[in-house]
């Protein structure tokens, strides 16, 4: 059985802690690697390789830190069809879907090429009598970025692009479920010029976040997750003492106005709902027409396309969506049906016994459809990580607003419209972090910044863009002056600039 090792100090360690997880072909269904599972000694091993890479990494000067940004998009890029391909087999996502996830990275990857003009810092020439005052952002140590699986690609480079841009070195903790892109990430940064032990990847579970968690010399934890372990990685890192932000669940609403262009909405709600096998924190699992009329005509037309939804293995072209990650996570998708069924939902389209043939053991489910969800029911207010799509249906406007803004989740929302000023007063409204307009999947581009609100992040300040090059730095903030002629009396007064 292939064996999955840590990758430490530019090169492949094998793990000692005896302890290991099965990853899995979603296609067949078959375990077809192991991945080594660090012990807190492990995690401590690579912490201080990494304190040690820090110090002359933050030394080198930030268009040379550059450079080795803009070459590992060059690698990236050259191996894209072998990356795709490597994390469309542990995650099941087909490969063009697999190339958006590793291009969305990319882009910040892109973002951090431009470290140098970001880092300037500010000045101001003559604040007081001979007085200069300046503004620079400082690396702060080694970091830490405990990552999902369902972003294999995307969401370690979101962190580790730019906290190694601005001089950290990294640990990347990434999922368990699929572990070998980000060790293949690893390499090309390597190999792009960042020296050994800059960034190295750790596997592990609670075990290694646990270790994150407590240990001295990381300063910064950047987590994507689940709600429950976002908020607890956030307590105990910040209790710690460290800078901790951490993304957690979702359940994002599509709210469909009377005036929307329907055909338009329904192909883009589809896509939203069901791609990925709706495996993504930025999914539409919940659509939300306003008023009757809507809500009929709109379910005729989802159900037709659901009709001609292809799913099948990841690597096949025309398949639209594949397997599910893990026959655990099939086996709570299928639970969730179930209990929307006993809830009282419709369910207008069963996804549940779906079987590929020659791939009958794997983790498939089908495109689901429940109408008549109701606010109070329990598989509306938890995410399900699946794909299927509930219709919640309003009578007005004020309704549909409510619906997301008193949502436990906040991390995105859509409307589609072709009122402006409806658009604008919801977006304005609406107690949600991230919303599109006629958008489907509101992912902010990467120089702006990623972050949900309620139970869908913790901390305070968001992934990428400036906000992400605030959080893995920290300013220092210098007042100079340059006395010469006669001695100046003691100042007992704190000056100021009157
Ligand atoms: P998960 O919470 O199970 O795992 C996330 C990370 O936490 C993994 O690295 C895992 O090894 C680690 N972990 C697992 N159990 C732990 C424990 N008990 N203690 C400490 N660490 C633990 O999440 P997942 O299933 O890999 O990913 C799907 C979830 O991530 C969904 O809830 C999804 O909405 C969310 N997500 C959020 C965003 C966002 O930006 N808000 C983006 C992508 C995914």
Redesign the pocket.
């Known amino acids: 059985m292939r064996q999955i090792q840590h990758f430490v100090d530019g090169q492949a360690l094998a793990g000692t802690s005896g302890r290991f997880a099965d990853v899995f072909n979603p296609n067949t269904g078959e375990v077809q690697a192991q991945v080594a599972l660090a012990s807190a000694a492990e995690l401590d091993a690579a912490v201080q390789v990494a304190a040690r890479a820090q110090i002359g990494w933050a030394a080198t000067n930030p268009q040379r830190r550059a450079r080795v940004m803009f070459e590992f998009k060059r690698l990236v890029e050259a191996r894209m069809d072998e990356l795709a391909a490597i994390l469309s087999s542990e995650h099941g996502k087909v490969i063009a879907d697999s190339k958006g996830d590793i291009q969305r990275g990319l882009e910040v990857i892109e973002f951090a090429c431009g470290i140098p003009h970001i880092l300037k810092g500010e000045y101001t020439e003559g604040a007081g009598p001979g007085i200069d005052v300046y503004s620079m952002r400082q690396p702060l140590g080694v970091c830490a970025g405990?990552?999902?699986?369902?972003?294999p690609g995307m969401?370690p480079m979101w962190m580790f692009g730019i906290s190694i841009a601005v001089g950290n070195s990294f640990i990347l903790?990434?999922?368990?479920?699929d572990p070998t892109l980000p060790v293949r990430l690893g390499e090309l940064l390597m190999e792009a010029g960042a020296p050994a032990g800059v960034l190295n990847v750790v596997h592990?579970?609670?075990v290694a976040?646990?270790a994150i968690l407590h240990h001295p010399l990381i300063r910064a934890v950047s987590?994507?997750?689940?709600?429950d372990?976002?908020s607890?990685?956030y307590s105990v890192g910040a209790a710690n003492g460290k800078r901790v932000q951490a993304?957690?669940?979702?359940k994002n609403h599509g709210i469909i106005l009377p005036d929307a262009d329907l055909d338009q909405a329904v192909k883009d709600l589809i896509g939203a709902a069901y791609g990925s096998a709706g495996?993504?924190?930025m999914a539409l699992p919940v659509v939300v027409p306003v008023g009757a009329r809507t809500a009929d005509a709109l379910r005729e037309k989802v159900l037709a396309e659901i009709d001609t939804l292809k799913v099948g293995i990841s690597t096949d072209p025309a398949a639209q969506y594949g397997p599910v990650v893990t026959a655990a996570h099939k086996q709570k998708i299928e639970t969730y049906i179930q209990m929307g069924v006993d809830e009282g939902a419709e369910l207008v389209v069963d996804g549940r016994g779906f079987s590929l043939q020659g791939y009958e053991k794997g983790f498939f489910v089908g495109p689901s459809l429940f109408d008549q969800v109701k606010p109070t029911m329990k598989t509306y207010q938890e995410?399900i990580?699946g794909p299927v799509l509930q219709i919640v249906r309003a009578e007005t406007f004020e309704e549909a607003l409510s619906l997301p803004s008193e949502h436990p989740y906040g991390?995105g929302v859509a409307i589609f419209t072709r009122n402006g000023r409806a658009a604008r007063e919801f977006a304005s409204r609406v107690n949600v972090g991230m919303v599109g307009i006629n958008v489907p999947i509101p992912v902010p581009v990467a120089y702006h910044t990623?972050g949900?609100w309620k139970r869908?992040?913790f901390g305070d300040t968001n992934?990428h863009g400036l906000e992400g090059v605030k959080f893995y730095t920290k300013v220092k903030t210098i007042t100079a002056r340059w006395p010469e002629g006669a001695v100046e009396d003691s100042a007992f007064v704190i000056p100021t600039m009157k």
């Open positions: 405990i990552t999902p699986f369902n972003f969401i903790k990434p999922s368990e479920r592990g579970d609670k976040v646990d987590f994507v997750g689940s709600s372990i976002a607890y990685v993304m957690g669940g979702a495996e993504r924190c995410e990580f991390n990623f949900g869908s992040a992934q």
